[in-house]
């Protein structure tokens, strides 16, 4: 196996080392919550999840958790909560608890954010009045390309909606609101407080309500103006109404990062979808994405979901605990470049050596390879000449031996996927995290461990190695014993590829030499 380089965010790293903590020492953070009945939307998403999950796993003693849930595809709320706990994500919980358990402590309200009132029944309306004292409002809909009509209706007023309803809770203590650290992109050091929205979001809300999806197209991008992507518009617009609140209601917003697949548990490595570096390596691993507009030095700001969750319940607990002190601001960010920066060259080069040495895919299109471009014009060419032309000339001859046509359309998807990835790599922002840095000072060791939001140990290649194992698993649906097999057709494709450029070298020298040299040295020799 080939060494694995060294990266540069390893030669002084600064990880705190934490082994053991005191048996007496009392877990604050699983007290906070122990009796809380808890209303969360979201519950089903991706980081949804993992938030559940963990609060059942270390917070056990919650009295009743009711998820916000929308019937779909003629399965009723409760079905889904089932399906939901049928993933390997819940495993480890479901030994500890028993599934009969798990179903007494959650509570599915059918439900929709993009429905007046939130779609949900007075009797259920009525439950939440009087049990609930604490929100965590997470849904939303997270692609960058939402028609900005839809992303107002989910993100902002299904936001205006949960607020107005909490406002009736009886024994509310705490709204916390799951926002980004990436919703004021013209901020380049964001901090933890709040900041002006791009517009007023209730005459964005009634403009949106009173247009057409066909006008709202119209003139999407003069409302968006410099902001590139309607998640970032309606996120900041959501956070200026739960801003409005706060003199008024026990109201907070926390900005995690991007969230990437699980760092430690319950399942080191698990995801449910391609978004972010999940689908890169994938792409890039299948062999089809060969090149990327990117400033290699750049970075974007990372963050394991577990540890996002995490730092959630450490900033919720902070949030609902008095004792400890005045709060100096309602917002708290869940980021970690501020401590720990790995450009994107790096993450290419993790990816491209537990590729080649660790985690092959199976049916690679051609040996993983390319590179980064600083140039917009060399990416375009590398494009048209190593995604688009080969695309077109595979499809072409799947359609002659009549299968249906593949390629252009992953193609055309990871064209979709430069437009948003492009904007943040190639720009810099970053995060200031003190208020996450004194929380950590006011957590115990058992908590420390329990919660982990800090710089614990960790190794980066390893981190890779369970993303593309989970992904392999669960997103492709490869087994594991299909990887000594994936491990030779890549040996046969570094082959093919060396060969391949070697006899393109070859050409493109012959090509010369019978072009102009040979024929400089007949003229010289008569």
Not at 27 to 38: K, P
Not at 307 to 313: K, Q
Not at 334 to 348: D, H, R
Request: charged letters at 25%; aromatic letters at 12%.
């Amino acid at each position: 196996m080939k060494a694995r380089p060294k990266l540069e965010f390893e030669k002084d790293p600064g990880f705190v080392r934490i082994d053991s903590y005191d048996e007496n020492e009392v877990d604050r953070i699983a007290l906070c919550f122990a009796g809380r009945s808890l209303f969360i939307t979201g519950g089903t998403g991706f980081m949804g999840k993992v938030l559940v999950e963990k609060l059942l796993r270390s917070c056990g003693d919650l009295k009743k958790m009711y998820l916000l849930v929308r019937p779909k595809k003629g399965r009723e709320p409760i079905e889904r909560i089932k399906d939901m706990l049928d993933n390997v994500l819940f495993d480890k919980l479901k030994e500890m608890r028993g599934l009969d358990w798990i179903l007494s402590k959650i509570e599915a309200i059918p439900g929709d954010v993009m429905l007046p009132e939130l779609g949900i029944s007075k009797e259920d309306a009525e439950t939440l009045r009087n049990e609930v004292s604490l929100v965590m409002h997470c849904a939303a809909t997270i692609r960058f390309d939402e028609p900005l009509r839809y992303a107002v209706f989910m993100n902002v007023r299904g936001t205006k909606y949960m607020l107005d309803l909490a406002k009736t809770f009886k024994k509310l203590d705490g709204f916390c609101y799951v926002s980004t650290s990436y919703c004021h992109l013209h901020v380049k050091t964001l901090y933890e407080k709040p900041y002006d929205p791009p517009a007023d979001p209730h005459s964005v809300m009634s403009v949106c309500e009173w247009l057409t999806d066909e006008d709202i197209s119209s003139i999407e991008k003069k409302i968006l103006g410099d902001i590139p992507n309607t998640y970032a518009y309606t996120k900041a617009l959501a956070e200026a109404l739960v801003v409005e609140t706060f003199d008024t209601m026990p109201t907070a917003i926390l900005r995690p990062s991007i969230v990437i697949p699980i760092w430690r548990e319950p399942v080191p490595g698990w995801t449910d979808n391609i978004n972010g570096p999940t689908g890169l390596l994938i792409a890039a691993g299948k062999g089809v994405l060969r090149t990327m507009y990117c400033q290699e030095s750049g970075y974007g700001d990372f963050l394991p979901v577990d540890v996002a969750v995490n730092g959630m319940l450490v900033a919720t607990w902070r949030f609902l605990s008095p004792e400890l002190g005045p709060l100096e601001t309602r917002v708290a960010h869940m980021t970690s470049s501020n401590e720990i920066k790995v450009s994107w060259s790096e993450i290419i080069e993790i990816g491209r050596w537990v590729i080649a040495n660790r985690v092959p895919l199976n049916g690679v299109a051609w040996y993983p390879g390319g590179s980064m471009k600083s140039n917009y014009i060399h990416h375009w060419i590398c494009m048209i000449l190593f995604h688009w032309i080969p695309a077109l000339l595979v499809d072409f001859l799947l359609v002659l031996l009549r299968y249906p046509p593949v390629l252009i359309k992953v193609q055309k998807r990871i064209y979709k996927g430069f437009a948003v990835f492009e904007y943040y790599a190639n720009n810099v922002w970053n995060f200031d995290n003190r208020e996450a840095i004194k929380l950590r000072k006011l957590m115990n060791n058992r908590e420390r461990l329990t919660y982990v939001i800090e710089k614990v140990e960790f190794d980066l290649y390893d981190y890779f190695t369970e993303c593309l194992l989970c992904a392999r698993r669960l997103i492709l649906k490869e087994t594991d014993d299909t990887i000594p097999a994936a491990k030779r057709h890549m040996k046969i494709m570094w082959w093919v590829d060396k060969i391949f450029k070697y006899a393109c070298y070859f050409g493109i020298l012959y090509f010369i030499y019978r072009r102009f040299i040979s024929d400089f040295l007949f003229d010289s020799s008569t």
